[in-house]
């Protein structure tokens, strides 16, 4: 079933658990004193095994984008932010800001990340792939602060999917994206469990000059099915599509 509640203003324009688990881990990160690295903001792992925390202030001579790797024990990836963090990639092209890999599928994954800065060329500001995640689960929240990146959020998954935005400004491509993933009883046609999206915090702007057709969208959903869709926005600006869903029911 497909859900949709948008706020009035739509424009376009051419040329838990799980959740109150990450706070824990950041939490119990920055009492015990977490340090880093001396140049801009960094993900770096903490004590908790598949727990990382972003700190430090945006840099946009030092900062590189990070890659985060499941660990080797299997567990889930909690991603969290101290209140300082900031990450800034302008003075550089075509990378991602921060990239979330699990290729097992095995496992959650959490991430709250935001003040995110990149290059009109860039690629997604937060890009998470979840392969063979049926069953599992992702959750994205930037809504602390602006997302202004290339690329927006870039989430691809067979499991369930939850995005809790605030601004997210895309110079390049689309704001939100969500691809489904092939599932041992879907394939080879790809799946997602259920996705609900929520960006009444902020802005959606999804803007593509320059690229083929202009084509960019506020949210972008393709998966061949999906059980339920549920997508709650505040204003949403789009070079083609202010939300662009395309599924059938699982």
């Known amino acids: 079933m497909l859900h949709i509640k948008a706020a009035d203003r739509f424009s376009t324009f051419s040329s838990t658990g799980f959740a109150q688990l990450a706070l824990g881990v950041a939490a119990s990160a920055i009492a015990s004193g977490y340090g880093r690295g001396a140049y801009g903001g960094t993900c770096a792992p903490i004590a908790t095994p598949g727990s990382y925390l972003c700190a430090g202030p945006a840099d946009p001579v030092g900062d590189v984008p990070q890659l985060i790797t499941p660990p080797a024990n299997g567990a889930d990836i909690i991603i969290t932010s101290s209140a300082d963090f900031g990450l800034d990639r302008s003075a550089a092209r075509y990378n991602a800001g921060i990239v979330v890999q699990d290729m097992s599928g095995g496992r959650d994954i959490a991430v709250s990340a935001s003040h995110i800065t990149g290059d009109y060329f860039s690629g997604p500001a937060i890009e998470i792939t979840q392969e063979n995640g049926a069953g599992q689960r992702v959750e994205l929240e930037t809504s602390q602060g602006a997302i202004t990146y290339g690329g927006g959020l870039a989430v691809q998954s067979a499991g369930d999917i939850a995005i809790t935005t605030g601004d997210v400004i895309s110079e390049f491509s689309d704001a939100i994206s969500v691809t489904g993933k092939p599932t041992p009883n879907t394939a080879p046609y790809t799946a997602i469990g259920t996705l609900r999206i929520e960006t009444t915090a902020g802005r959606l702007d999804g803007y593509s000059s320059g690229s083929v057709d202009d084509q960019a969208a506020g949210i972008w959903v393709y998966s061949d099915y999906a059980?339920?869709?549920?997508?709650?926005?505040?204003?949403?600006?789009?070079?083609?599509?202010?939300?662009?869903?395309?599924t059938e029911k699982q």
């Open 227 to 246: 059980k339920d869709i549920s997508i709650t926005t505040g204003d949403v600006a789009a070079s083609s599509n202010a939300i662009w869903v395309l």
